[in-house]
T-cell receptor
């Protein structure tokens, strides 16, 4: 049973560029949540997708957007990258109907130069 | 979601029990206590969760006080591989959408020989 997978594992971008990160949920899960983890901090909630719609959003600007596909996989897009966007981006999946536990992927480490 | 308070760091000798405390004095009746750990910038790993009763699984035991204002995660026989940051999170059980996880700064557990 495959767990949560994320791609790419590492990414280097320059300021002003755009980036797309991808997440495939654990088999049987229908909800994807995205978190940002800056160095030395705990993960911070960005947003959550269920039934291809954004259901909850944390305190992040509109530069952060996402999408969920019919197969439940998800993308996180960040426009106009800033140096401060350098972080580990984590995806977590869960099954919403049973309030099931969120399981995390390995993350994508983004470095903005 | 209720806030949690954890000691910033703890040490434990290998083979001994590691007892990690968490204070959540403002927890509501419909909030669960979740524990995750994160090993060296990997994705957070789910450990255990509970509402009122003590819980045990293959990884750990969770002891919740009767008034639910604090809890203790117990790793019965700590090994070097248990060295990680441990996060205690309280999370409301909500139908329809899976609620977000609000991470604090956690407890850095160092297991030593």
């Amino acid at each position: 049973d495959a767990g949560v997978t994320q791609s790419p594992t590492h990414l280097i971008k320059t300021r002003g560029q755009q980036v797309t990160l991808r997440c495939s949920p654990k088999s049987g899960h229908d909800t994807v949540s995205w978190y940002q983890q800056a160095l030395g901090q705990g993960p911070q909630f960005i947003f959550q997708y269920y039934e291809e719609e954004e259901r909850q959003r944390g305190n992040f600007p509109d530069r952060f957007s996402g999408h969920q596909f019919p197969n439940y996989s998800s993308e996180l897009n960040v426009n106009a990258l800033l140096l401060g966007d350098s972080a580990l981006y984590l995806c977590a999946s869960s099954f919403v109907r049973n309030q099931e536990t969120q399981y995390f992927g390995p993350g994508t480490r983004l470095l903005v130069l | 979601d209720a806030k949690t308070t954890q000691p910033p760091s703890m040490d434990c000798a290998e083979g001994r029990a590691a007892n990690l405390p968490c204070n959540h004095s403002t927890i509501s009746g419909n909030e669960y206590v979740y524990w995750y750990r994160q090993i060296h910038s990997q994705g957070p790993q789910y450990i255990i969760h509970g509402l009122k009763n003590n819980e045990t699984n293959e990884m750990a035991s969770l002891i919740i006080t009767e008034d639910r204002k604090s809890s203790t995660l117990i790793l019965p026989h700590a090994t070097l591989r248990d060295t990680a940051v441990y996060y205690c999170i309280v999370r409301v059980a909500r139908t329809g959408t899976a609620s977000k996880l609000t991470f604090g700064t956690g407890t850095r557990l160092q297991v030593t020989l």
